[in-house]
């Protein structure tokens, strides 16, 4: 579903933020990409939905140039970003019709995926609201609404359950693993270890812009030995303090 080639950004001439990393995410799995601060993540995730220009290398979506076809690239995707990206000065029901516009979405199909997506958030009785009033959750709950109105058959989502209640982030799990069981793929960022090791088929971890491993968590405990994914996370990326504790590190 995504074929990333020898994918590279630099920043400021010289920064490589991605260097020269390769995956491949098949369809019908839960892929997990996993970093320390300014490891590559979101960088890496804003040049797969074609926010960031690559440096060098290549990403296909279905076997769809993301550069040399942004458009079409861009229809099967559903992308939720690491902080809400919504308009603050409508309300959620002109936001969400504004991107089924986008899609073109019919408005039958639109009314019933959005009723059972705000049901299943709990965001029916504020969506005639400005957007303004939305707690930063709900903003979340409507990005991810909005990501999944077209019915794409790839989410890409950046730190999805941050802001999440505990109700809200379980439904989103849950629908992420009938998404895959359907055929289809999810790439996410996190940097919940417990969510990771629990629903993700693969996992990769990246760490200063290169890519360190990819594999599933077992294939990573041959390697490297029995212990947690955050224990583990942690000793692939070198995120040890000096005296043996562990210093956590949020996602970017």
Aim: proline fraction near 4%; charged fraction near 25%; include cysteine.
């Amino acid at each position: 579903m995504i074929e990333i080639r020898d994918l590279t950004k630099i920043y400021s001439g010289s920064v490589k933020a991605v260097d020269s990393i390769s995956l491949t995410v098949n369809k019908g799995e839960i892929f997990g990409f996993l970093g320390p601060n300014g490891a590559g993540k979101t960088t890496t995730i804003k040049m797969i939905v074609g926010l960031l220009q690559p440096t060098s290398g290549s990403i296909s979506v279905d076997d769809i140039d993301v550069v040399a076809h942004p458009v079409e690239a861009k229809s099967k995707i559903g992308y939720v970003a690491d902080e809400p990206l919504v308009m603050d000065k409508i309300t959620g029901v002109q936001y969400l019709n504004l991107i089924s516009d986008v899609f073109q979405v019919p408005p039958k199909t639109r009314a019933e995926r959005a009723s059972k997506l705000l049901q299943n958030f709990k965001l029916s009785d504020a969506i005639k609201d400005p957007v303004s009033t939305y707690s930063h959750g709900m903003k979340q709950k409507l990005s991810l609404i909005a990501a999944l109105i077209h019915n794409p058959d790839l989410w890409i989502l950046d730190e999805p359950i941050v802001g999440l209640d505990p109700e809200s982030a379980f439904i989103l799990k849950q629908m992420m693993r009938n998404h895959v069981k359907a055929g289809n793929t999810v790439f996410f960022s996190t940097h919940v270890m417990e969510v990771a090791e629990r629903i993700c088929d693969r996992i990769g971890i990246i760490n200063k812009g290169k890519l360190e491993f990819v594999g599933t968590v077992e294939e990573l405990r041959k390697l490297r030995g029995q212990g947690s994914l955050e224990e583990l996370f942690l000793e692939v990326t070198g995120s040890e303090t000096e005296n043996g504790d562990f210093a956590y590190l949020d996602a970017d």
